[in-house]
Every structure is written in structure tokens, then in C-alpha cells.
């Protein structure tokens, strides 16, 4: 398994600024992966982290709105920027330990308002 | 188009009284699937992971089950402690980024 901590544990934050979201792990990880909770709605992968290397983003984010880094193998920091209401959401860390298929590991989330 | 269903979205039951949840999925080619549990304000906790059709897990109360079309998790004589919201996710063979693609889970309240 895998201790995985977020911070901040929640934020209120006005519209247009910027947020970034850190994530720690235990123990060294490949692969990291941020994800999106939306109220009602179930977990959507917003990128995957590998470091040393650019960021993969899935369809529908892009790093102008999501920028991440990873600067080493227990770290990685999601910055949610210019934001809206509707960035209003559950962001989630995770990290894959293991062979194939492997099994995904969560943080405990940073719950953010936008106002 | 790779997808995942979970049924029902929401379920109330006696403490004792033994239920399962549905997790359905249409995926091209399955490299796993995955239960989890999510507590309110929290992240999902990993429960299971069941690779082949046939394939069974337990953990206390809980037991997962796998065909070849859907997965559930049977919950044997729950407790209230049992409440929580139960996510399923699949991992398709396609998966290049090791994706997991989440159905949007079963709310469980066990009442006392």
C-alpha cells in the first residue's frame, strides 16, 4: 500500500486565481495521477505524472488550465488556474504500486470551493 | 466506447440484513477491475482487485465477485460501520496510461 497526503485539506477561493495543490508520498512511485470528483459525479483522470518527463493530460484538460510538476519520485504539485465556479471540485492524488494491472492508491483529497 | 455502471445508487439496509451491489462494464479487453470504499471527505481506500472471470476476494463482511460482464460485491450480515459510498473501476487492456475508468458508485447506509 501507499501513504499518500494532500495539502491543503480544502480551500475557498476567489474567481481568476490560482491554486496549487501538493501531493506526498511514502515511498517512491513511477507513476502519479491526479483526479477530479465533481459532486454526484465519479472520479475523472485529469493527467498522469511520470517523472522526469512532461505530463500526460486525457481529453477535455490542458496544462495551460492544469499545470503539474513532479520533481521527484514522492512528489508532484497540481496548480488549478484562472478559476471558475465550475473548477469547484474534489481533486484527488494517486499513485499505481505493483505489476500489471497494479493497484491505485488514493490521498485523501483537497476539496475546493470556487466563489 | 469503454464504460462502467453501478446499481443502485443508493441503498438503505437493516444492520444484518445481507445485500450486493452491481458494478456492469463494457470495456475491450479487461486488465482488471477494482472496489473501493470511499468515506465521506475522504479518498477512496483500496478494497479488491479481481483480474478473470470467476475470480473471487474477501474481506471481512465483504466479497467480490467477477464474470465476464459485471462484478458485485456481496456485503454478509453489514454493520453500520459498513456505511460508505462503494466505488467500482475497470482497467481496459487499451489502457496505455493504466486509466481506470470509475463507475459513480453505490451510496450504502446500514441502519442500526
Known amino acids: 500500500s501507499a501513504v499518500i497526503s494532500q495539502k491543503p485539506s480544502r480551500d475557498i477561493c476567489q474567481r481568476g486565481t490560482s491554486l496549487t495543490i501538493q501531493c506526498q508520498v511514502d515511498?517512491?512511485?513511477?507513476?502519479m495521477f491526479w483526479y477530479r470528483q465533481q459532486p454526484g459525479q465519479s472520479l475523472t483522470l485529469i493527467a498522469t505524472?511520470?517523472?522526469?518527463?512532461?505530463?500526460?493530460?486525457e481529453s477535455g484538460f490542458v496544462i495551460d488550465k492544469f499545470p503539474i510538476s513532479r520533481p521527484n519520485l514522492t512528489f508532484s504539485t497540481l496548480t488549478v488556474s484562472n478559476m471558475s465556479p465550475e473548477d469547484s471540485s474534489i481533486y484527488l492524488c494517486?499513485?499505481?504500486?505493483?505489476?500489471?494491472?497494479?493497484?491505485?492508491?488514493f490521498g485523501p483529497g483537497t476539496r475546493l470551493t470556487v466563489t | 466506447e469503454d464504460q462502467v455502471t453501478q446499481s443502485p445508487e443508493a441503498l438503505r439496509l437493516q444492520e444484518g440484513e445481507s445485500s450486493s451491489l452491481n458494478c456492469s462494464y463494457t470495456?475491450?479487453?479487461?486488465?482488471?477491475l477494482f472496489w473501493y470504499r470511499q468515506d465521506p471527505g475522504k479518498g477512496p481506500e483500496f478494497l479488491f482487485t479481481?483480474?478473470?472471470a470467476g475470480e473471487e476476494k474477501e474481506k471481512e463482511r465483504l466479497k467480490a465477485t467477477l464474470t465476464k460482464k459485471e462484478s458485485f460485491l456481496h456485503i454478509t450480515a453489514p454493520k453500520p460501520e459498513d456505511s460508505a459510498t462503494y466505488l467500482c473501476?475497470?482497467?481496459?487492456?487499451?489502457?496505455?496510461?493504466?486509466?481506470?475508468?470509475f463507475g459513480t458508485g453505490t451510496r450504502l447506509k446500514v441502519l442500526a
Open positions: 494517486s499513485v499505481r504500486k505493483g505489476g500489471l494491472p497494479g493497484e491505485q492508491y
Open positions: 515511498s517512491q512511485v513511477t507513476m
Open positions: 505524472a511520470n517523472q522526469g518527463s512532461e505530463a500526460t493530460y
Open positions: 470495456v475491450s479487453g479487461l486488465r482488471g
Open positions: 479481481l483480474y478473470s
Open positions: 473501476a475497470v482497467q481496459p487492456k487499451t489502457s496505455g496510461t493504466y486509466k481506470y475508468i
